[in-house]
Each structure stands twice: as C-alpha cells, then as structure tokens.
C-alpha cells in the first residue's frame, strides 16, 4: 500500500512522523535510524511511500494505492 | 619477511636448529618444549606456517584466529598467544585504504568500532566493537528482555479484540475478585470452540521468544467453560490446561517462540453443559520479548576516513541478528531492498575486495557497486551465468563461476587502462579498459547505485568489503592470503 505526495517534502515529512511513533534512535538519540519506510520517486515526477506498516488515520486509509508506476531506470546490461 | 631459526637448547648442552618459513599477520612469541622455554625473535610479526629441518616435519594446527598448537615428531609445543593483541593488522600492513567494512578488527586498535546495531524488540540502538560481535556481547545485548506490552483495561480492551462476529465472546471491562480494570468475555454461543478465545494482533514478531504472564479468574457459576487451553504465538501453541483454580485469580507464566503476530489466550469447556452467559477475566497482561532480530544501521569505515555505510530506514537494514542467533558469515541481506549508502564515488582507478555467500547464483547480485550513468560501472558481484564479475566502464569482466551456499572472496581492480578480477585466488587475465569517471553518486553495499536507483541487490552475506583507490595488484596475494587466513574460503 502506498501513498503517493506531490513533493518529497510531503513524502518526507509523513515518514518522519512515523519514525518519531517507532522511537526510532535519530529521534531520540539524534543519529541512527529514521524512517520504516521512506518515499521514492514515481514515473509521473511525484514521490510513493510504502505505508503497509503504518498507522493510518481514516483519511489516509481512503487514499492509500496498490501500486505506483516506476521511473524508467538505466536498465541496460549491468 | 625473511625465514627464522629456531633453536631449542637441552639441559645437557645439546641443541636443536630449525628453520622457520614464515608469512605475515599472525604470529608466535614463544614456545616451550618439555617445560623449557624457546625464545624466538619477533622483531616483527608473522604467522609461523611450516617448519621443516633435517626431514623432521613440525605440523602447526591453525584456525581463525590463529596457531593453536605445534607438535614435533607427536610432541606437542605449547604457545604462548597473550601478545596478540600487538599484532599487525591489516589495514597496518595494507595501507592506504579508501573504506575498509567488517565484524573483525582491521584497524588493529584492539577496541574498533564496527556497527552500529539497532534491537528491533523497542528500536534501541548501539556501537560495537570487534570484540563484542566476536564475544557474545553484542547478540546478548540484541537478546535483552524488553517488556513490549503491558495491559491497561481502566478505560478500553486495550488492543484485545472482539472476536470475529461468528464468535461466541464479547469483550468488557468489569470487577471481580475484588479487583477493577480487568477484561472481561462473556461468552453468547452454547458451544466452545477454536474461536474462544482473547486474541491480539501485531503483538509479536515471528521467530522470536516471548514470556507472557497474566492473572485470570474463572467463577464456579460458570456453566461450560472452566479452564484454558493454550496460549498461542501466532499458530504456535503452548498447553496450559489444568492450572486455573476457579473463584480464585490465578497467575500464569507462559514462555515460547512466536511463528506470526497475534496472541490468543484460548479458552477451554467441560462438554457438560451450555456456554451461553459463561464469563472469563484476565487482567495484568505482560509480554516479555526475550530474543530479537538485530539490524545493522552502520557498517563503520575502519580506514580512518569517515566512509561509514549507513541505512537509515529500518526496513532495508541488512541483519546481524536472526531471532537470537548471530548471522554466521557476516551481514544477512534480503535481496530485496537491502543496503547500505556510502558517499565513495567511484575512482578510476580502484581495488575492491569483497568476501560472500550467496544464497542463489546465475543473477546479476553485487556486493558493492556504483555508476553516474551507462558505461561508468564500478562494481564487484556475479552477473547472469552465475559467475563473479567486475564491472568496468563499458562492461563486466567475468570470473568465475559460483556456488550458491559457498563463500567466495573476490579481489576486482579497474584503472583507466587495464581491468582485473581474481575469485578465490583463481585469476582472470588482465585487459584493456577505460575510465570510468564517475563524479556524483556513491558506491551502495549490497546493491548497484544505478545513478541513484538501487538494483542487483545481494541475496545472501557479506563479510568484509575493503576499497582502495589505488592498483593493489602487486599486494594481492599477500591480501588474499590474509583473507583467507582469516576466513578458511580455499
């Protein structure tokens, strides 16, 4: 489940908000982990987070999408 | 180093000269045999391998850490290890390291911090040593019992949830036995079955241990249910039939490993008589996380230059701790989205030399990687074909093939003019190349930093990644050596 944002600001901003509810150590110890997930880039230049794990307020819940379109990415031979 | 003699000299004035050929990094300070003591000149140390004189053989017995014991002719030599701590490193005989990633100490400081491991049990996190990783230390630490839940009934069933709409239970809050804040069911079906239970969700995580107590009460009234059965982690059941006494709180004190996330707490009938109406208690719920998966948010750069790896989402974290138990082979990666971002940017001319294991070969799975844009590849892994790779500026040069399951230590140099790849000691020829010229991202451990995009993550474990930016070709099979020494791959 996803939800997608505009800006990674925004994508940001609400990963931040779930990493302070984990107590994770960048928040508490101001270095260390941050995020459970944070957002990536999308095809059509907006920004998807992975919430599977989250906790969603009723809004977010009738917002979240099964999948996003992926960049294009150099997917020559490597 | 040049070979040594060893000369051991007998009470009756007779003596004994041997020739000891020797390699680097380990070494030996002195022996005695039949309680006397050999003196040997250490003025640099080294790792005693062979010593042959006058068609004698002195086998030595070695393991990771170093000679355990000698015998001459089936005499056993002891050996006096209490000055290894003063021994060269390897990033004291290998200087000038770029990045230099692993659980042993290659710095040689003695106290070396390697990771920084978060407890997924509360999220805490902390620095470790070598030495701590290598002890127990740092699992045990992973392993630390942490309350992850304790129950509050004052104002809501507190995560308890009401059971399925075809269930025959109903959640409450209510008193009894002279104690408040309690859960209550109260049971609406005749019957009991495998739906009666207390159940909450996303409780525990799967592989791990838990001790769970409670305080319950079951009153005599009832008509059916007079008993638990089990308490369930996940799907994995423990009896606890036969303890309660009715109209008395009775504590229990469960422990065991959970296979998903709920804990149901599973009620229990005498087949007698109508369970409609029937009420069970619990109050003093506490769940008690005993072993713990442990993730690595930093993999310290021992080099001096502040390299560090580091993954600040929890979720790509590659793992050191799998359920209580120290990952054997380094750091578990999941190949999916696991990894580590460094800020190296690739050189044009660099060494890399990787140890790992991967658990499925013939897929393009790098240990470390990293380009600006198409024909600017740095990296060392396998590729499609299940063989070891190095990625140079147009291309991959291939190795050799793998194993899944098998450790491989991979020894990868790119210059602007020649590429190299050697695989446990078995090399590929050298030839031409060009620069790759990168200048923006960095190289990404555990996967390829494809401008910025991850792929070709590692599926399997990485011991130790060392970097160079500079052609270590003349030292490479004194590096290899050492490697091996340290890790039994060949």
């Known amino acids: 489940m996803y939800l997608i944002y505009s800006t990674e600001e925004a994508g940001i901003e609400r990963a931040d908000e779930e990493g302070k509810y984990h107590e994770f150590s960048y928040w508490t110890e101001g270095k260390g982990t941050r995020w459970l997930t944070k957002p990536v880039p999308t095809a059509d230049g907006k920004w998807a987070l992975d919430v599977s794990e989250y906790e969603l307020d009723g809004l977010e819940e009738s917002s979240v999408v099964d999948s996003y379109l992926i960049p294009d990415t150099i997917e020559d031979n490597i | ?490």
């Open chain 2, 1 to 490: 180093m040049a070979d040594r003699t060893l000369t051991i000299n007998h009470a009756d004035g007779g003596s004994e000269t041997y020739t000891l050929k020797t390699e680097d990094v380990l070494g030996v300070r002195n022996m005695s045999v039949d309680g006397e003591t050999v003196t040997i000149d250490r003025t640099a140390p080294d790792l005693v391998r062979t010593i042959i004189a006058d068609g004698q053989t002195i086998t030595i017995d070695t393991t990771r850490e170093g000679v355990r014991t000698l015998t001459v002719d089936g005499t056993e030599i002891t050996i006096d290890r209490s000055e290894e701590a003063n021994l060269e490193s390897f990033l004291q005989e290998f200087t000038g390291a770029s990045a230099a990633y692993s659980l042993r100490d290659l710095a040689g400081s003695g106290n070396t911090t390697v990771v920084r491991v978060r407890r997924a049990s509360d999220n805490s996190e902390k620095d470790f040593s070598a030495t701590d990783v290598s002890s127990g230390a740092m699992t045990d630490w992973v392993n630390t019992d942490v309350l992850t839940y304790e129950s509050d009934f004052s104002s809501g069933t507190d995560g308890f949830l009401t059971p399925p709409s075809s269930a025959p239970w109903t959640c409450n809050i209510d008193s009894i036995g002279g104690l408040n804040d309690n859960l209550r069911l109260t049971s609406n079906y005749p019957v009991v079955n495998v739906n009666t239970y207390f159940r909450r969700n996303r409780t525990l995580s799967a592989g791990n241990s838990y001790r769970v107590t409670f305080d319950a009460y079951i009153p005599s009234t009832n008509s059916e249910v007079d008993d638990f059965s089990t308490v369930a982690f996940g799907t994995s059941q423990v009896n606890i039939a036969g303890q309660i006494t009715l109209d008395q709180w009775t504590s229990y004190d469960v422990t065991g490993t959970a296979n998903a996330t709920a804990l149901f707490i599973r009620l229990k009938g005498n087949s007698s008589g109508d369970a409609t109406g029937d009420v069970v208690y619990i109050r003093n719920v506490q769940i008690t996380q005993t072993t713990a998966h442990g993730f690595v948010e930093t993999w310290y750069d021992q080099s001096g230059n502040g390299n560090d790896a580091v993954q600040q989402v929890s979720g790509s974290q590659p793992k050191i701790v799998d359920a209580g138990v120290l990952v054997t082979g380094g750091l578990k990666f999941d190949g999916v989205d696991d990894s580590f971002g460094t800020s190296l940017v690739p050189p044009n001319t660099v060494t890399l030399i990787g140890v790992a294991n991967w658990n499925v070969v013939n897929q393009a799975t790098f240990l470390i990687g990293a380009r600006d844009s198409t024909d600017q590849r740095s990296y060392i892994g396998q590729v499609s074909g299940g063989v070891t790779a190095l990625g140079v500026a147009d291309g991959a040069r291939a190795g050799q093939a793998l194993t899944a399951g098998t450790d491989y230590l991979i020894f990868g140099k790119h210059s602007g003019i020649t590429r190299f790849i050697s695989t446990n000691g078995i090399v590929g020829s050298d030839a031409a190349g060009s620069a790759p010229n990168n200048n923006i991202f960095g190289y990404h451990i555990g996967a390829f930093n494809d401008a910025g995009t991850d792929s070709a993550f590692m599926d399997g474990s990485i011991s130790e990644i060392i970097i160079y930016d500079s052609d270590q070709l003349a030292n490479r099979e004194a590096i290899e050596a050492n490697i091996n020494n340290q890790y039994d791959i060949y």
